[in-house]
């Protein structure tokens, strides 16, 4: 079946480093790929996402490119603030569109960013 | 509200009892999906419906777990003679008509444990 995998956190960095969230998936075909992020106290909400390969999602400053080579659409920030202080969940939705927008998701990835 | 709102925020109860989670979703959105996330795990699907009903169960681990969504809105998980393994936050989300972006939006979960 479908899987993510993304490395563990904690990640701690200073404001201003560059932040890299590696993750890689196994599924069947194309499916699309998802960042979401989870702040303090919110719900789940999306970063960004790419549907198929080598398209690049992008938002408040984040990217990820849809590598099918390397089955991988790992997260990069040039610059981060404290206010990037979250969870980042990677997950992909399968090609099928019956299975609606099912989503399998990734362990999860703290990042901690200290002023 | 605008969002998807999930009640209770959090629930203690008793191994053996019986539990109900709502949720409500965002006005409009025909899919909805419920999750449950355990401590430092990302959320793993549980059930997927599409209108009033269940379009795909087989996240559901066992049959103490069950859902519904009769009007097709407010959706219910039930779990019955909960078991300290069942104590996670439950996420629930929702989706618009068509699958749109491939975007869930997320509620902020409803946090069960069990003594």
């Known amino acids: 079946g479908d899987s993510v995998t993304q490395m563990e956190g904690p990640v701690t960095l200073s404001e201003e480093a560059f932040l890299t969230i590696n993750c890689t998936y196994t599924?069947?075909?194309?499916?699309?790929l998802f960042w979401y992020v989870q702040y303090p106290g919110e719900g789940l909400q999306l970063l960004l996402k790419?549907?198929?390969?080598?398209d690049k999602g992008s938002n408040k400053g984040f990217e990820a490119t849809y590598r099918k080579e390397t089955t991988s659409f790992h997260l990069e920030k040039g610059s981060v603030q404290v206010s990037d202080s979250a969870v980042y969940f990677c997950?992909?939705?399968?090609?099928?569109?019956?299975?609606?927008?099912?989503?399998?998701f990734g362990g999860g990835t703290r990042v901690l960013v200290k002023p | 509200g605008a969002g998807v709102s999930q009640t209770p925020s959090n629930k203690v109860t008793e191994k053996g009892k019986y539990v109900e989670l709502r949720c409500d979703p965002i006005?409009?959105?025909?899919?909805l999906y419920w999750y449950r996330q355990s401590l430092g795990q990302g959320p793993e699907f549980l059930i997927y419906?599409?209108?009033?009903?269940?379009?795909?169960d087989s996240g559901l681990p066992n049959d103490r777990f069950f859902a519904v969504r009769p009007e097709g809105s407010v959706s219910t998980l039930k779990i019955q003679r909960t078991e300290r393994g069942d104590s996670a936050v439950y996420l629930c989300?929702?989706?618009?008509?068509?699958?749109?972006?491939?975007?869930?939006?997320f509620g902020e979960g409803s946090r069960l444990t069990v003594l």
């Open positions: 989300a929702s989706s618009s008509p068509g699958g749109g972006s491939g975007e869930l939006f």
């Open positions: 006005s409009g959105h025909t899919a």
């Open positions: 790419a549907t198929k390969a080598d």
């Open positions: 599924a069947t075909g194309y499916p699309s």
């Open positions: 419906f599409q209108g009033t009903g269940a379009a795909d």
């Open positions: 997950a992909l939705s399968p090609v099928i569109k019956a299975a609606g927008n099912k989503l399998t």
